[in-house]
T-cell receptor, first 113, second 115 residues
Framework: GAGVSQSPSNKVTEKGKDVELRCDPI?????LYWYRQRLGQGLEFLIY????????KSGLPSDRFSAERTGESVSTLTIQRTQQEDSAVYLC???????????FGPGTRLTVL | GESVGLHLPTLSVQEGDNSIINCAYS??????FIWYKQESGKGPQFIID?????DKRQGQRVTVLLNKTVKHLSLQIAATQPGDSAVYFC??????????????FGTGTRLQVTL
């Protein structure tokens, strides 16, 4: 596609369940980023990938959060044993290389009941 | 996506007027700054950027001003249009320390354009 796509667009889950969020970056973009956006707040950096490697995982809030990227393309963000405070919009972005403009997807709205 | 910022500071301007959105950044080591526009249900969209060796940069209808002394950034939108209604975020990072990937975002300002 022409832009970054994310799925699902909305996810409602019960506390304690695991969820997987998917990001399809722009074709040819080597860098991929995950952010979290809580209601009324700015974006919070979670993790980024250069190729399939994640040089900086410092933004992941806890060990319940993990992410992987394969084929220098699709990435999945996994949240295990979800908590209510995990409710947020999770945004993915990609860029041609690390120091280039980041293009954002529409986000996945996660609601943990 | 989801609309964001129900509790964000809001700037209301009349169509045709100029808008000024302000942002205070915290890291004196930041040397690269970006303004993003986020419409309801969409991801942020790049508007304009500026490096720390400049204090002003102009785009189409937008101007970014940087005051490093007081760590202040502003976005000026000329002749504001209804389509400019959105939440605007500033973001900062440091290119020199190799952490350009790690953008730090402000909390955002909602711009409402009235007819």
């Amino acid at each position: 596609g022409a832009g970054v796509s994310q799925s699902p667009s909305n996810k409602v889950t019960e506390k304690g369940k695991d969820v997987e969020l998917r990001c399809d970056p722009i074709s040819g973009h080597t860098a991929l980023y995950w952010y979290r956006q809580r209601l009324g707040q700015g974006l919070e950096f979670l993790i980024y990938f250069q190729g399939n490697s994640a040089p900086d995982k410092s933004g992941l809030p806890s060990d319940r959060f993990s992410a992987e990227r394969t084929g220098e393309s699709v990435s999945t963000l996994t949240i295990q044993r979800t908590q209510q405070e995990d409710s947020a919009v999770y945004l993915c972005a990609s860029s041609f290389t690390v120091n280039n403009e980041q293009f954002f997807g529409p986000g996945t709205r996660l609601t943990v009941l | 996506g989801e609309s964001v910022g129900l509790h964000l500071p809001t700037l209301s301007v009349q169509e045709g007027d100029n808008s000024i959105i302000n942002c205070a950044y915290s890291n004196s080591a930041s040397d690269y700054f970006i303004w993003y526009k986020q419409e309801s249900g969409k991801g942020p969209q790049f508007i304009i950027d500026i490096r720390s060796n400049m204090d002003k940069r102009q785009g189409q209808r937008v101007t970014v001003l940087l005051n490093k002394t007081v760590k202040h950034l502003s976005l000026q939108i000329a002749a504001t249009q209804p389509g400019d209604s959105a939440v605007y975020f500033c973001a900062e990072t440091s290119m020199n320390t190799g952490t350009a990937s790690k953008l730090t975002f402000g909390t955002g300002t909602r711009l409402q354009v009235t007819l």
